[in-house]
């Protein structure tokens, strides 16, 4: 196996340098622009070159290393297109590692091919302290996950943060909750029922889908916990359970509920497999502020109209589009598939796009594909 191109080896190790900086979560955006926009252009450079079917993509748009002076103008590959293509910077006997979108046996995935990992964990590590545990040196805190582990799912890139973030220390009594593809509930409610005996904080992270079923179960055996101080919720993706749907504003009322949790201890994250880098809401972080998205300096957030990707006024519904330094190894700017709008220093999350994914895919058939 050949060694890495020198140009993406240097770029990697300057994101690094960067993610890696004592306290580099709480730099303000602002105050990095400068740093962000040379970085983001020397991965665009090396992006464009280096992975044909984006290069292809770009030059239909008429963007190209050469007239690209802004991070804003680099143009943003859809989700959809990771389903079609593999997008990725660097030769395929380099690949170490692939997270894989959810869906069916039947239907194609969208795949993100890394050739190291070194990202993003170092991505995840800062953003996901700051924003579920900034309390973690005041107090004990048990982390349980309600998603399956990496032996079991390991192209799941949830499983992997969970397990990246058990794995650098600091928590007690944590581990998956999702055993064999089943929420282990009795499991669960043993771990619960021994943080409220110490009256250690629990945190409980998982995905929608698993919570949406685990307050089916709480419902049908008529209990409710009053989880010890200092206790909060961590949930993801979509509000699907096994027989109803839920909007977030109702799975937080019943997370609440059920939990004895205010809503400022209920944390959704914005995440998708395409990206080196999650997005939180602000409410543990910032108490006082209003609830909002952050995003991590190294990356960051524009809203756009669909069709022209022309940026939206803050406070209208467009596109969501994200560019990330942690993807070097892919495409760093992505069109999600979701609507949202950008409000004071952070964003919010609407929901799907319906056109989004037949877009996406018909981009990467025709633009990245070469045809005429």
């Not at 926009?37 to 190209?64: I, K, M, N, S, V």
């Not at 997008?87 to 993100?112: K, N």
């Not at 190894?329 to 598939?337: K, L, R, V, Y």
Request: glycine share 10%.
């Amino acid at each position: 196996m050949s060694g890495p191109d020198p140009d993406r080896a240097q770029i990697d190790a300057r994101v690094l340098a960067w993610l890696r900086e004592p306290d580099a979560i709480d730099a303000d955006p602002a105050a990095t622009e400068a740093r962000f926009t040379e970085l983001a252009l020397a991965l665009f450079a090396h992006q464009f070159e280096h992975c044909p079917p984006y290069g292809r993509f770009c030059d239909g748009r008429g963007r190209t290393p050469t007239n690209v002076h802004d991070w804003r103008e680099i143009p943003p590959v859809p989700t959809g297109s990771f389903k079609e293509l593999d997008l990725r910077s660097f030769p395929a006997e380099r690949v170490v590692h692939a997270f894989r979108t959810s869906g069916t046996s039947t239907e194609r995935r969208g795949t993100l091919w890394l050739d190291t990992l070194e990202l993003y964990e170092a991505s995840l590590l800062p953003t996901f302290h700051a924003h579920v545990l900034p309390d973690l040196l005041e107090r004990p805190i048990t982390l349980r996950v309600l998603a399956p582990s990496v032996e079991e799912a390991p192209d799941s890139s949830l499983s992997h943060m969970f397990d990246t973030v058990l794995r650098a220390g600091g928590l007690a009594g944590g581990g998956f909750d999702v055993k064999q593809g089943r929420l282990d509930i009795d499991g669960l409610h043993r771990h619960i029922e021994r943080a409220r005996e110490t009256g250690d904080a629990i945190a409980l992270c998982g995905t929608s889908f698993a919570f949406v079923h685990w307050l089916d179960a709480l419902a049908a055996r008529n209990l409710r916990f009053g989880l010890p101080e200092g206790s909060r919720v961590m949930e993801t993706g979509g509000f699907k359970g096994r027989s109803r749907v839920l909007e977030r504003g109702e799975l937080h009322d019943a997370l609440g509920e059920r939990l004895g949790l205010p809503p400022e201890r209920i944390v959704n994250q914005y995440g998708m497999t395409e990206l080196g880098s999650q997005f939180y809401d602000s409410v543990l972080r910032r108490p006082r502020e209003p609830r909002r998205k952050l995003a991590p300096p190294w990356a960051r957030v524009r809203v756009v109209e669909p069709t022209t990707g022309e940026e939206v006024p803050d406070g209208d519904v467009g596109a969501v589009v994200i560019v990330d330094l942690a993807n070097t190894g892919s495409i760093q700017a992505i069109q999600t598939a979701d609507l949202g709008r950008q409000v004071d220093r952070g964003f919010e999350v609407i929901g799907r796009d319906p056109g989004a994914e037949a877009r996406g895919c018909s981009i990467a058939a025709d633009a990245m594909l070469g045809a005429p």
